[in-house]
Structure formats: structure tokens, C-alpha cells
């Protein structure tokens, strides 16, 4: 634990605040503030429908789904107003592209639809440290150049009556029924599969099982090939505009730079085909990089900012695979003087559970980020306590805007960092990192809050030069 004055070296209450430990996902702090240096809020991601060209309606060669990176090809409201909303068609991006694909001429695609995974490379395995159980969900789910809705699909499973027959499942989108539904009732005292996607030559499998009278499963679940998926999307999108598609399907990469370790040769950026298909049909923007992290820090929306580190990594010429990224990450923080030798960077997110920090690192960052020029727009961007975010149903005894920090959860992890709004003129930055803890988590949040009160209260009513007494409250708090 460690909490200071913004402007100030000195530590009011600190607890081994150089002990580096898993952050979860107060990571955000670093990697979105890393983004918002590197590209500037007013960055955008372009998805692009081209062509190597159009004959009287008729697309010569394949229709090439380009994807620029963008994690919000969905139907998520912008700009964030208090929760993350959606509007009810998931598909609705696509449908975008297909109605400006009419508009340009476009009747016909007789070659069918190549779905170009850009512009960063995709990577076979998950970053280490990320389980197999998290892979099955919305927030682990893995991270392309080409995805719509979140990577992820989300289930509603209600079993069967009785045994031995397939469960009922609602599945949102499912384009051209791609996914069909194997998940099996099994009786009560019989042992379930987890309910997961798998790939397959034809399409996708929902599998698992649930148990008679279980109640209804619901989740969002990881999408195993995203570009694929975006691909059959568009493709529905397509047909249902009136135009004529093929159904062949192809997904291919943008680009080909390897990833540390994973021996394939380091090659050009750009696949020849994509270079043939010079035609721009149709194109969809993001939201700016400002709107964008709102969505990363205050719902913690891990697939995003993994995107979006790595889009940052190549904006300085380099490779964009993961490795590349989070050293990127690693290498801007540790110039700045924000980390020490300590510090282990896994991943963007904090999903993984072989990332460290300390909270003075944490601290040292929050102090740096408010004399930036963006601290604005990054600020903007964490959840407010008591009002939205992860924060929407904690510390509501406080006043609006004196509390905006990033939580973190894992199983074994809990973490709260940001700024205390006290009094005009004095702003605090802190952080409070637990692992490895043997109450639950709801008790362990509260024990958090309590000493975030504390120090709101002990510091409103003390002087500058008085206000370090505040680590005998804390103390007392604990």
C-alpha cells in the first residue's frame, strides 16, 4: 500500500510498496496510459472492404475484409455514459459495410469474401500466464487484427427436462447458423464439461453439458477464430443487402512478423494478394483512442487494450506481436523512471498472473500522468466510485468525483489504484495491491474501501503540513 500527495516524493502511509506483486487489472493504469502517449486520443482503427476491382456489379476476385485493428466492431454505444451499452444488432458494423458495398455498385462477389487478419500478427498460443479457463470467456479470449463483438458470443443455455437430451441454447450473433448447439443435459449427480466454442471444418460447436435443473448458463464466450467468424458476418450482411455472394470463405494474414520463440521467419508486413486489391469499396472507423480507453479502464475490457498495445507497438516501427509490445511498454516506463528492476510486463491487460508491480510503481506512474497534457482524457477514462465502471457499486457514502481509480480481481488477487480529489488544489494519488489473501473477496474489498474512506476523511480535515498523521488512522483501520 502506499498513498501520497501528487506533487509531493514523500509517502503519507506506505506497507511494502516496493514489493512487486500480481497487479491484475490495475495493469490498465500503465498500458492505456501508454496507448494514449504513443497514438493520441484522437487516434482511430479503419476496417476496410476492397477489391482488385468492379466490372458492371461484379467484384473481380475476392472481396478482402481488411481489419485495422479496430475492438469495437460492435453494437456498443459511444461515447460511454455511465455503463457499457449495446444496441440490440451485435452485427450492425457489418451491415455498414454492406449497405456502402450497395451504394458503390456492388452486386455480385462470384469469388467469395477473404477475411485479412491485419495488422499485427496473430499468435498461436495466449500469453503466458493466462489459464485455460480463462480462454473459454469474453475476457480472455484471443487477440486479432479482425474481430466483431468483442471476440466473444454470448449463451443462454437452460437444460432439458430430463437426461440425455440437448439442452436449449440462444446464441447471439450467429451468423448464418455457424455455431450449432451440442450441449447436453446430464443428470444431477453426474459430473459437467465445461460449456465452451470449438472450431471445426464446418463451422463452430457450442459443447459442454449442464445438469437437469440447473437454471439457465449464461456467458459471454471467446470466439475461437475471430476473423473467421467476422467473415460469415459480413457475408450475412452481404446477402441480406440483396448482394450475391459465393460462400467461400479464406482468412489470411496481414501481417507475418513472428513472435519471439515461435520460429517462422520475419518477412515483409504486407501479403502480395493485398497488394493486388487496391479498390477501397467500403471503410469503418472507430471511435477515437479517448472514447475507446473509457470502455478499456472502466468496464476493464481486456481484448481491447491487448489490441491496441500492440497497434501502439507498431506506430514506432516495430513488430507488433506481443513480445514486441509489452517490451515496448516495459521500455517507455522504465525511461520515465516509473518501474524498478522488479517490474515483470506479461501482458497489457493484467490477466496474466506472471505480471508485477508494486504500488509504488503504480503511484510514480499516476503522479507522472498528471502533469501530461492528457491527463484529461486519461482520467476521464477511470471509473468514479459510486457512480459508473467497477466502481458503480463501491464507496457510495462519498461524494461524486472525489474517488476515481482502477480495480483489479483475480482469484488470488485484488488491487485498487487511482486518485483522491480532496479538497481544491490537493490531489492524492494511490494504490493498494493484495494477493495471495485468506478472506473473501467481498470482505477484502470492504477492507479496501474502509481505508480509502479514511484516508478521505483524515486528509479533508488536516493542513498540508499535518496531513502525514493520516498513516496512524490507516494503521488503526487495518
Known sequence: MLIQRADE????????????????????????????????????????????????????????????????????????????????????????????????????????????????????????GWTADDQRFWYGAPIHGLTIND???????????????????????????????????????QEVEPIRLVAEASGWRLSGSVRVGSGVFVAGLAQPDPPRFAAVALMTALQEQGI????????????????????????????????????????????????????????????????????????????????????????????????????????????????????????????WALRQPWWPVYAASLPEAGSDGTLRHRLQDLDAGIVLAKTGTLAEALSLAGILYVKPGQAYVFAILVNDFSVSPTALRRIMDHFVREWVRTLALETPSEAKSVSAVAGAGG
Do not use: C
Open 9 to 128: 516524493a514523500q509517502p503519507i502511509f506506505a506497507h511494502q510498496a516496493n514489493t512487486a506483486l500480481a497487479p491484475a487489472s490495475v495493469l490498465k493504469l500503465f498500458s492505456t496510459a501508454y496507448v494514449l502517449d504513443r497514438l493520441g486520443a484522437d487516434a482511430r482503427q479503419r476496417t476496410e472492404l476492397r477489391a482488385e476491382g468492379l466490372d458492371r456489379g461484379t467484384v473481380l476476385g475476392p472481396l478482402y475484409l481488411v481489419g485495422g485493428g479496430d475492438p469495437n466492431l460492435s453494437s456498443r454505444s459511444f461515447p460511454y455514459t455511465g455503463r457499457s451499452e449495446h444496441g440490440p444488432d451485435p452485427l450492425i458494423a457489418l451491415r455498414d459495410l454492406a449497405a456502402q458495398l450497395w451504394k458503390a455498385g456492388v452486386r455480385r462477389i462470384p469469388e467469395g469474401i477473404v477475411a485479412v487478419d491485419g495488422p499485427f500478427p496473430a499468435e498461436s498460443s495466449p500469453p503466458p
Open 151 to 189: 471476440a466473444s458470443v454470448l449463451v443462454r443455455i437452460r437444460p432439458a427436462a430430463r437426461s440425455g437430451v440437448l439442452a436449449e441454447a440462444q446464441i447471439t450473433p450467429n451468423p448464418q447458423g455457424f455455431i450449432h448447439n451440442a450441449v447436453r443435459t446430464v443428470g444431477k449427480q
Open 244 to 367: 450475391v455472394v459465393s460462400n467461400r470463405i479464406q482468412v489470411q494474414p496481414l501481417s507475418v512478423h513472428a513472435d519471439a520463440g515461435e520460429g517462422m521467419p520475419a518477412v515483409g508486413a504486407t501479403m502480395p494478394p493485398l497488394a493486388h486489391a487496391k479498390l477501397l469499396l467500403a471503410e469503418h472507423w472507430s471511435p477515437p483512442l479517448a472514447e475507446e480507453i473509457q470502455v478499456i479502464n472502466k468496464v476493464s475490457q481486456n481484448t481491447h487494450i491487448e489490441t491496441l498495445l500492440r497497434l501502439a507497438d507498431l506506430a514506432q516501427g516495430r513488430t507488433g506481436t506481443r513480445s514486441s509490445a509489452v517490451a515496448g511498454l516495459q521500455d517507455w516506463a522504465r525511461a520515465r523512471g516509473l518501474v524498478d528492476t522488479e517490474t515483470r510486463l506479461v501482458d497489457a491487460s493484467g490477466l496474466s498472473r506472471e505480471d508485477r508491480l508494486s504500488a509504488n510503481d503504480l503511484v510514480h506512474l499516476l503522479s
